[in-house]
Nanobody, 123 residues
Framework: EVQLQAFGGGVVQTGESLKLSCVVS????????MGWFRQAPGKEREFVAA???????LYADSVKGRFTISRDNNANTVYLEMNSLMSEDTAVYYC?????????????????WGQGTQVTVSS
């Protein structure tokens, strides 16, 4: 059974940092494209970042330069380090996993999703 468990959400002030983690099990982690999506209240779900083993990561324009996705294949864990947080970053963040190519992740929803972790940025 494929499982993704996200951790690390919380409440921070504008300009502060937060690091999310997602531990996965049930499949060969290194073969999947790992990603993060988010959904803010009243808004559609949106792509945040994605990473594949041995390749360049992909970022949404809104987080480029502020967020960093990384993965530890030995620990079956993907991370999202978020710096210079803004109120617009407030959302539920979801960890995702996909067999599809990284270039399609924005248009084709990943096959596997975690339960989500709340990130709230207050001004």
């Amino acid at each position: 059974e494929v499982q993704l468990q996200a951790f690390g959400g919380g409440v921070v002030q504008t300009g502060e940092s937060l690091k999310l983690s997602c531990v996965v099990s049930g499949y060969t982690f290194s073969m999947h494209v790992m990603g993060w999506f988010r959904q803010a209240p009243g808004k559609e779900r949106e792509f945040v970042a994605a990473a594949r083993s041995g390749g360049d990561p992909l970022y949404a324009d809104s987080v480029k330069g502020r967020f960093t996705i990384s993965r530890d294949n030995n620990a079956n864990t993907v991370y999202l380090e978020m710096n210079s947080l803004m109120s617009e970053d407030t959302a539920v963040y979801y960890c995702t996993s996909s067999f599809r190519p990284i270039t399609t992740i924005e248009s084709n929803p990943p096959e596997y999703w975690g339960q989500g972790t709340q990130v709230t940025v207050s001004s």
